[in-house]
Nanobody, 124 residues
Framework: VQLQASGGGLVQAGGSLRLSCAAS????????MGWFRQAPGKEREFVAA????????YYADSVKGRFTISRNNARTTVYLQMNSLKPEDTAVYYC??????????????????WGQGTLVTVSS
């Protein structure tokens, strides 16, 4: 499975961005999907996850109420809508796929496939 993340860029604090992650596999609808991020000098951290059906989502406390994860299985794409962005949201954002599609998890080790990352920079 190849995952291609896009949509990153430079935005002012308080602004919005929508990230997309397109998957190459026809099995996309069987995978749970997650977004992680890694800021300079920091470890990768969980951002959000969604089950294969899209019925269940899970967010890190730091983004809850500001970010929304969603998916379109027909387009084999998962999205991360990011609103009210803060400078501390600056990071490379990665999408990931978990073959166990029925649950969401914040554990990076549970994910089987990873995209290449897209850079989000939030200026103050």
């Amino acid at each position: 499975v190849q995952l291609q993340a896009s949509g990153g860029g430079l935005v002012q604090a308080g602004g919005s961005l929508r990230l997309s992650c397109a998957a190459s596999s026809h099995l996309f609808s069987e995978y749970a999907m997650g977004w992680f991020r890694q800021a300079p000098g920091k470890e990768r951290e969980f951002v959000a996850a969604i089950t294969k059906s899209g019925e269940s989502t899970y967010y890190a406390d730091s983004v809850k109420g500001r970010f929304t994860i969603s998916r379109n299985n027909a387009r084999t794409t998962v999205y991360l809508q990011m609103n009210s962005l803060k400078p501390e949201d600056t990071a490379v954002y990665y999408c990931a796929a978990d073959e166990i599609g029925s649950i969401t998890t914040d554990q990076a080790s549970a994910y089987d496939y990873w995209g290449q990352g897209t850079l989000v920079t939030v200026s103050s």
